[in-house]
């Protein structure tokens, strides 16, 4: 059994570095904003033994944000939504878990349900990055709320200007910038 728990949690902590930029590709194409580069997808048996990691120790948030992370970098969403529940249902303060499940809802079009996440991660961390980054997208894009989202990918840039993917903001904001108000 202690064998066992061992490999759990190695697997755990080997697929935890799944980092979660997940985002549908299809609306990025439909919008001129990238992401850093995301991770490599999982596989079916990664998948499976982090499911089983996670069954094995119920009571392990970060059993279950890892499956999370790796559901969502397989963009099978709601079944990522379902596993960080799981997770903050335990871990209720872990702001990267909270914006990744705000990214899950994007994922699925529940666009103010992604906002609503990601205001609680921001609430909890008010200068996480990605969480402004995330709602940003988000409120600009999705929403259609030009103002909101330029001020948090400004928030963004405040707290990370030298990030890997602040040439990308930048242009987003200019892009936002010269829309017409409502569009």
């Given at each position: 059994?202690?064998?066992?728990?061992?490999?759990?949690?190695?697997?755990?902590?080997?697929?935890?570095?799944?980092?979660?930029?997940?985002?549908?590709?299809?609306?990025?194409?439909?919008?001129?904003?990238?992401?850093?580069?995301?991770?490599?997808?999982?596989?079916?048996?990664?998948?499976?033994?982090?499911?089983?990691?996670?069954?094995?120790?119920?009571?392990?948030?970060?059993?279950?944000?890892?499956?999370?992370?790796?559901?969502?970098?397989?963009?099978?969403?709601?079944?990522?939504?379902?596993?960080?529940?799981?997770?903050?249902?335990?871990?209720?303060?872990?702001?990267?878990?909270?914006?990744?499940?705000?990214?899950?809802?994007?994922?699925?079009?529940?666009?103010?349900?992604?906002?609503?996440?990601?205001?609680?991660?921001?609430?909890?961390?008010?200068?996480?990055?990605?969480?402004?980054?995330?709602?940003?997208?988000?409120?600009?894009?999705?929403?259609?709320?030009?103002?909101?989202?330029?001020?948090?990918?400004?928030?963004?840039?405040?707290?990370?200007?030298?990030?890997?993917?602040?040439?990308?903001?930048r242009q987003a904001i200019q892009?936002?910038?010269?829309?017409?108000?409502?569009?």
């Open positions: 059994m202690k064998r066992m728990v061992v490999t759990v949690f190695a697997v755990v902590a080997s697929l935890a570095v799944f980092g979660c930029q997940q985002q549908d590709q299809k609306k990025q194409q439909q919008m001129n904003y990238a992401p850093p580069p995301m991770p490599a997808m999982p596989t079916q048996l990664q998948v499976n033994q982090l499911q089983e990691a996670a069954t094995a120790a119920p009571k392990n948030p970060q059993a279950w944000i890892a499956l999370g992370d790796a559901m969502m970098d397989s963009q099978r969403f709601s079944e990522a939504v379902e596993a960080y529940q799981k997770g903050l249902a335990l871990d209720p303060k872990n702001v990267p878990a909270r914006v990744d499940m705000g990214t899950c809802y994007r994922g699925l079009g529940k666009f103010d349900k992604a906002v609503e996440e990601y205001r609680k991660a921001l609430k909890i961390e008010p200068n996480f990055p990605n969480g402004h980054r995330n709602m940003a997208v988000v409120l600009g894009y999705d929403l259609h709320k030009t103002s909101e989202g330029l001020a948090e990918f400004k928030k963004y840039l405040d707290l990370a200007p030298n990030a890997p993917d602040a040439p990308q903001v892009e936002l910038s010269s829309r017409p108000a409502g569009k």
